[in-house]
């Protein structure tokens, strides 16, 4: 696991960490700030970003093997979620759980919203949204037989969008409002293998797509098509700005940065072929291979983008 400044074109610090998950790879999350930066597997490791100092956060629980987990982005709240069906909310200042509970069923995806105000978790078929000090259970929604692949919640929590597989294999999203029952919308997108999905700070703009890369589809916050891959444009991948204004889109070896609706304002190359691609700030990280027959990503790019507002 490496730390590195982009501005200072260094590498802060290095540490050696093994870990399984589901995949076989690492996930990792980090706080806008880098104050804290967090890998989850069956021994969840909290780093501490300055100094690379790791707080084992397994040690504070006994109810793995870990699917997933997330933080806020002040960093005052880590979430995890087990096969099994605990969720356990963390408190990194006081280093000790603050409520867990059982749910339903195994989970597979968990999300905390930006402001660390609420807590999303989801099984195979059911999305539970939490109050995350307190525990309060403040909606849930049971879809039927499917497989949620992916959740997302707004920077408050209010929105809460989810990434489906339905028994036919079609990728569904849909967008719910945690204060009301129900759902606001839903949109079914074509074939599947396993949903991706990002969504934007305000929650008014979604980004779904399929790890194969079979296409992208970004969707406003009513639900309509804003852009979609062509046909044919595949493998291909997209990663939102963090106030969803914009897009980075790769296939193959260009990379694109697009307005929402489509239009292309800047593209480049990378000496290789992309598999996946976030977007946070000046910076678009795409990881892949310089072997296009490669499938899991064994180099990361760091492309700055210029200022696109002149």
Known sequence: LRLLDLAAGRVRWVRDYVTSTCCGEPVVRMTPDARYVLVNGDT??????SSGRAVRVSAWFRAGPVVDTDLSADGRYLAVVTR????????????????????????????????????????????????????????????????????GLSRDGRRAVVAR?????????????????????????GPVSVPTLQVSRAGSVVKAGDFL??????????GHTLWRSPPGLEPV?????PDGTLAAVVTGS?????KIRGQVLWNTQIPGYALSVRYGGPWVAVTGSPDRTQKVPDHVWFVRVPDLAR
Do not use: C, M, N
């Not at 969840?44 to 970003?49: A, H, Q, S, Y």
């Not at 991948?237 to 700005?241: D, G, K, N, T």
């Not at 260009?254 to 697009?258: G, L």
């Open 44 to 49: 969840p490791t909290l780093f501490v970003g």
């Open 84 to 151: 099994s069906g605990h969720l356990t909310v963390f408190s990194t200042v006081r280093g000790q759980p603050v409520w867990w509970t059982r749910l339903r069923g195994e989970l597979f995806s968990l999300a905390v919203s930006e402001d660390g105000t609420r807590v999303g978790a989801a099984s195979e078929e059911t999305l539970y949204v939490f109050d995350i000090r307190t525990g309060a259970r403040v909606f849930v929604h049971a879809f039927g037989k499917s497989r949620i692949a992916s959740l």
């Open 165 to 189: 597989k339905t028994p036919e294999g079609q990728l569904a999203v849909a967008l719910l409002l945690t204060d009301r029952a129900g759902q606001a919308w839903e949109r079914r997108l």
């Open 213 to 222: 890369g079979r296409a992208v589809t970004i969707l406003s916050g009513d």
């Open 237 to 241: 991948e997209a990663a939102l700005s």
């Open 254 to 258: 260009r990379v694109e940065i697009r």
